[in-house]
């Protein structure tokens, strides 16, 4: 079992910066995919960023891609996300989760033990 804790959301203003970070327990934490997604009020949950067990294999969304920096530091079993630039549509509740299946890096079904999100909101 892991357990994920998300923290470092807020409210910003566009073009601003905030860094979350997803702290973790249990299970051997640098052994996983660690994954970053977000939920709108109203919409689907989506990817945002995946980062691998070393670090050296990164995936991000196209909208967020340039903006967004996923990083880890397993010694420390926190996994962040540097946001920049935010936009009023990147406002969403931000959840860090495990990948459980290999399959792709994208789809929320491939990954398990959702901590219980951070909300990020950006006014214009």
């Known amino acids: 079992q892991v357990q994920l804790v998300e923290s470092g959301g807020g409210l910003v203003q566009a073009g601003d910066s905030l860094r979350l970070s997803c702290a973790a327990s249990g299970r051997t934490f640098s052994s996983y995919v660690m994954g970053w997604f977000r939920q709108a009020p109203g919409k689907e949950r989506e990817f945002v960023a995946a980062i691998s067990w070393s670090g050296g294999t990164l995936r991000y969304a196209d909208n967020v891609k340039g903006r967004f920096t996923i990083s880890r530091d397993n010694a420390k079993n926190t996994v962040y996300l540097q946001m920049a630039s935010l936009k009023p549509e990147d406002t969403a509740v931000y959840y860090c989760?495990?990948?459980?299946?290999?399959?792709?890096?994208?789809?929320?079904?491939?990954?398990?033990?959702w901590g219980q999100g951070t909300q990020v909101t950006v006014s214009s």
């Open positions: 989760a495990v990948r459980v299946a290999s399959t792709n890096y994208y789809s929320p079904a491939n990954y398990a033990y």
